[in-house]
């Protein structure tokens, strides 16, 4: 079975703090692994993916299959980051589209 | 380019009642996945639709079934409501044949069920 277990329901940073939203996962493949974020008022979307290994709005995110992780990353946080944050898995190269999504992360970035 | 749509915003339904929702997918997008998010949580797959055959199914019971037609539009449909199926319930498109493309998610139909 695939399970996304995110710890934090929230997180609160002052601007201009590291960042580090965590996502650990169990699964008995191999694993693709994402970030996906929703502003306020705005629909889910991918922020990154495991395989493509970019930055994305300064954030990154390392697979460590050992410590079967996948921590989000920014060194210096933005006002502008605030939002959910939700770590999702699905079977590397498989057909269907099901992603498996953790409970979320609120990022509340403050002055 | 148009967006994933979904209608209608929201609905309140009575218990034992029936539901229909439905999705627009992107264009060029030939690939719908179905999603519910229950208050709280993450979102949970409930199938996907590729050229118009349910081709993967999460752990939901039969009650929830789904179309996609000629234009990869796509229906979900819930039967005998439950009072837990209130949730909000998210619509995915991408072009298939690939996991690597991208899902694109569209803004949800809101379920109350009393």
């Known amino acids: 079975a695939q399970r996304v277990t995110q710890p934090e329901k929230l997180l609160s940073v002052f601007k201009g703090a590291p960042v580090e939203l965590k996502c650990n996962y169990s699964?008995?493949?191999?694993?693709?692994l994402f970030w996906y974020v929703q502003y306020s008022r705005q629909r889910l979307q991918l922020l990154l993916r495991?395989?493509s290994r970019e930055s994305i709005k300064g954030f990154t995110a390392d697979l460590n299959k050992g410590e079967t992780s996948f921590h989000l990353k920014k060194p210096f946080a933005q006002e502008e980051d605030s939002a959910m944050y939700y770590c999702?898995?699905?079977?590397?190269?498989?057909?269907?589209?099901?992603?498996?999504f953790g409970t979320g992360t609120r990022l509340q970035v403050t002055l | 380019e148009t967006g994933v749509t979904q209608s209608p915003t929201h609905l309140i339904k009575t218990r034992g009642q029936q539901v229909t929702l439905r999705c627009s997918s992107q264009?060029?997008?030939?690939?719908v996945s179905w999603y519910q998010q229950a208050l709280g949580q993450g979102p949970q797959f409930i199938f996907q639709?590729?050229?118009?055959?349910?081709?993967g199914r999460g752990n939901f019971p039969p009650r929830f079934s789904g179309l996609q037609f000629p234009n990869y539009s796509s229906e979900l449909n819930v039967n005998a409501l439950e009072l837990d199926d209130s949730a909000l319930y998210l619509c995915?498109?991408?072009?298939?044949?690939?996991?690597?493309?991208?899902?694109?998610f569209g803004p949800g139909t809101r379920l109350t069920v009393l």
């Open positions: 639709y590729y050229r118009e055959e349910e081709n």
């Open positions: 495991h395989i």
């Open positions: 999702a898995l699905s079977a590397l190269g498989g057909t269907a589209s099901k992603l498996t």
């Open positions: 264009s060029g997008h030939n690939t």
């Open positions: 699964y008995s493949g191999s694993p693709e």
């Open positions: 995915a498109s991408r072009k298939g044949g690939s996991s690597y493309n991208e899902q694109f």
